[in-house]
């Protein structure tokens, strides 16, 4: 455990220490600011119609998870295969650490970083719930939080188990990238279309598991197992992909 | 501390290494010895936990490579052949985050410590990418030493510094072998012989042989050669000095003068000297050359070790 600690500590400081940190939540923040500004100025309008909805902050995790498709990969492509083409990987290797506690360390280094950008965001629901009379419903914003924090351990692992494969962090990018709209949007096509197994593509499909449940407020079994299982194959792989590299 | 038998490794179908035997004691130096691609780093990452072997065993510091790795881990120092290390972290931070790794519970006095022992005290707070690469090695060296290790373990340690850094480089060695067991690797002859007290002579994968450097040398002197030069005309020189007795192997070189040989213990050269003189020469030059390690390594080697 601490060592998985002292290796999740020195990758949060990098983000601080490189500007990656900084170029990544100015984007996402920015982003999320204006969507949370548009929704706001839509909601006080509509608040003097008889049509005007509850207000919520559900659009604000919605595109949080949508802009986590595209910073996670550039947020993980580094983690292990820039160890690996600095060499630094064999100053890890030999040192007392096991594998799995690098893996499991480098994941929890991102879901740190992450964390505090949606710890931040926290910020716009507490704005909502100061203008809305008798308060916003809470445990649907604090569900769809969870869902951020599912959806990021699902692409954190993936990306960290990626990232443990290669030597070169474009083609780790590139790779997590496709993975992760394939899990977004492709896979969900075919469920529509298909004849058989339709079941099966629906399940595998990212987005629906967040949107249709958590982002609602919904907490379902199986949605917990499906990012958690995601999860654990990435760092499962990760840590297969170092074994190997000791082995060959 | 270092016991080694049967080490095999397999990348693929190439043997790197194959059936290697030997072992350092504490407060041993011992240099393996080869050519690039025998086999020394493979050997090296084994002895240090990176990789298993294929087949044999090694017990480091009393414990096996293979099913006890992380306390061999735990005991060995080691420094990669590239020396890799963060570039953008200060050197203080990174020693600290290899002494977190280890668990030190004194990591601020170990480190200021180990700077000390490196002379990179007045670094610390630089980034390690604006380091020359001397020191950068010794950063290398520093954190192989941070947790005062029984067994050190250095690929190359010396290689691209410049002669200052070099001779720097080995006097530490030196100092730390005199109560750890450090096992090193270098393909430079003069380094093995002037820092080890035991040289591993490897290649293609199989120890050659092993001995002092001393040793080694004395083993293969079988004969003193001399390089002789004269003022002018060196043509009749190799007639004339087959005349005199004792002198042997006489052969004429592209730079004009003339080597040759005599037995061990039979010094020719006051003969040499007055029959030339005798003869109406100008002798300019007359130096012996013992027989290098470097001739020895070749010897030992055989062929393919001409090729590096």
């Known amino acids: ?248 | 501390m270092i016991k080694v038998k049967g080490l095999t490794k397999d990348y693929g179908a190439r043997r790197a290494i194959n059936n290697l035997t030997f072992d350092a004691e504490q407060g041993e130096i011992v240099g393996f010895l080869g050519p690039n691609g025998a086999g020394k780093t493979t050997t090296m990452r084994i002895l240090s936990g990176y990789m298993p072997p294929t087949d044999g065993e090694a017990v480091v510091a009393g414990f096996d490579v293979v099913t006890d790795s992380i306390e061999v881990r735990r005991r060995v120092g080691y420094m990669p052949e590239t020396v890799p290390l963060y570039r953008d972290m200060s050197v203080y931070d990174f020693l600290k985050f290899m002494a977190d790794l280890r668990h030190l519970p004194n990591a601020e006095d170990r480190i200021d410590e180990t700077l000390e022992l490196v002379a990179m005290t007045d670094r610390a707070d630089g980034y390690i990418g604006n380091l020359s690469k001397g020191m950068k090695q010794r950063i290398g060296l520093a954190q192989a030493l941070l947790h005062r290790p029984e067994v050190l373990i250095l690929d190359e340690p010396t290689i691209g510094l410049d002669p200052g850094q070099v001779v720097e480089v080995r006097e530490l060695i030196k100092e730390i072998g005199k109560e750890r067991t450090v096992l090193l690797s270098t393909h430079i002859l003069s380094e093995a012989q002037n820092i080890c007290d035991r040289v591993l002579i490897i290649n293609k994968g199989k120890i050659v042989t092993e001995d002092t450097p001393e040793n080694l040398q004395a083993r293969l002197v079988g004969a003193e050669r001399v390089i002789l030069r004269i003022r002018g005309e060196q043509d009749d020189l190799p007639l004339l000095l087959k005349k005199v007795k004792g002198v042997e192997d006489v052969e004429p070189r592209s730079d004009g003068s003339v080597e040759f040989a005599f037995a061990p213990g039979r010094d020719v050269r006051p003969e040499v000297a007055r029959a030339l003189i005798k003869e109406g020469y100008d002798l300019l030059e007359m130096r012996l050359v013992g027989l290098s390690l470097e001739e020895i390594f070749l010897e030992l080697t055989g062929s393919e070790g001409k090729g590096n």
């Open chain 1, 1 to 248: 455990m601490r060592n998985i600690w002292i290796i999740a500590k020195k990758e949060y400081d990098h983000y601080f220490a490189s500007l990656i940190a900084y170029a990544v939540a100015f984007t996402i923040l920015l982003v999320l600011g204006i969507i949370f500004g548009v929704n706001l100025w839509y909601y006080t309008n509509n608040a003097f119609q008889s049509s005007g909805t509850i207000p919520d902050s559900s659009s604000v995790t919605g595109a949080f998870v949508f802009l986590l498709v595209f910073f996670v990969p550039a947020l993980t492509m580094h983690l292990v295969s820039d160890e690996n083409r600095l060499g630094t990987l064999e100053l890890l290797l030999t040192a007392p650490l096991r594998d799995h506690e690098l893996i499991v360390g480098k994941w929890l280094g991102g879901f740190l970083f992450i964390f505090t950008l949606v710890v931040i965001t926290l910020v716009y629901p507490v704005v909502i719930d100061n203008f809305v009379q008798p308060g916003i419903d809470w445990s649907m914003v604090l569900t769809s939080y969870l869902g951020v924090l599912l959806v990021t351990s699902a692409f954190l692992g993936l990306g960290v188990g990626i990232s443990a494969m290669f030597s070169n962090q474009i083609a780790t990018m590139f790779v997590t990238f496709t993975l992760f709209v394939f899990l977004w949007w492709l896979v969900g096509f075919p469920a529509n279309l298909a004849p058989v197994g339709a079941d099966v593509f629906r399940y595998l499909d990212m987005s629906t598991h967040f949107y249709d449940t958590l982002n609602q407020g919904v907490i379902q079994l199986g949605d917990l197992v499906y990012f958690l299982s995601l999860t654990a194959l990435g760092l499962f792989i990760g840590t297969t992909a170092i074994e190997i590299r000791r082995w060959r």
